[in-house]
């Protein structure tokens, strides 16, 4: 199902597993992660991603990459990475009473993805191939024909 509030790009729901870690901006080490999370959606342009910690000793995954700008964050999917901003982030109110707490925080992508990693990014196993994703994946596809 897409959706598009008033942003930049369509956005697409997804429920991929990703990892998110905070990384020196100069072929540096990961400084603090992985979180473990999931995609919440994605569009070409960013993406809302559920993580679970957010702190890692002295370092905030969000705050200390938007305060310090020779670190980024980076999705890990396990066939690539993305280097990506953090542009927001908030508790996740829809994980409260579940006994978990997941913050979303949304990400903007420091490169444009390839069309095969955006497939990745929004198909799962489970997916059929006549279903809601197959639409997903020709809409994905017709960006890259624009």
């Known amino acids: 199902m897409s959706n598009n509030d008033g942003r930049r790009n369509e956005r697409y729901d997804s429920d991929v597993s990703v990892r998110l870690?905070?990384?020196?901006?100069?072929?540096?080490p990961i400084v603090a992660g992985p979180s473990a999370g999931r995609f919440s959606d994605i569009?070409?342009?960013g993406a809302a991603v559920l993580v679970n910690p957010i702190r890692f000793g002295k370092y905030h995954l969000v705050d200390t990459a938007l305060e310090n700008p020779s670190q980024l964050l980076v999705l890990d999917l396990n066939e690539?990475?993305?280097?990506?901003?953090?542009?927001?982030?908030?508790?996740?109110t829809t994980s409260k009473g579940k006994?978990?707490?997941?913050?979303k925080v949304g990400v903007e992508f420091m490169r444009e993805p390839s069309e095969y990693e955006l497939t990745k990014?929004?198909?799962?196993?489970?997916d059929d191939s006549q279903g809601p994703v197959s639409r997903t994946l020709k809409k994905i596809g017709a960006w890259f024909k624009s």
């Open 99 to 103: 006994g978990l707490e997941q913050y």
């Open 43 to 45: 569009s070409v342009s």
């Open 121 to 126: 990014m929004t198909t799962t196993q489970e």
């Open 21 to 28: 870690s905070l990384k020196e901006v100069k072929d540096g």
């Open 80 to 92: 690539f990475s993305i280097p990506c901003r953090p542009v927001w982030y908030h508790l996740d």
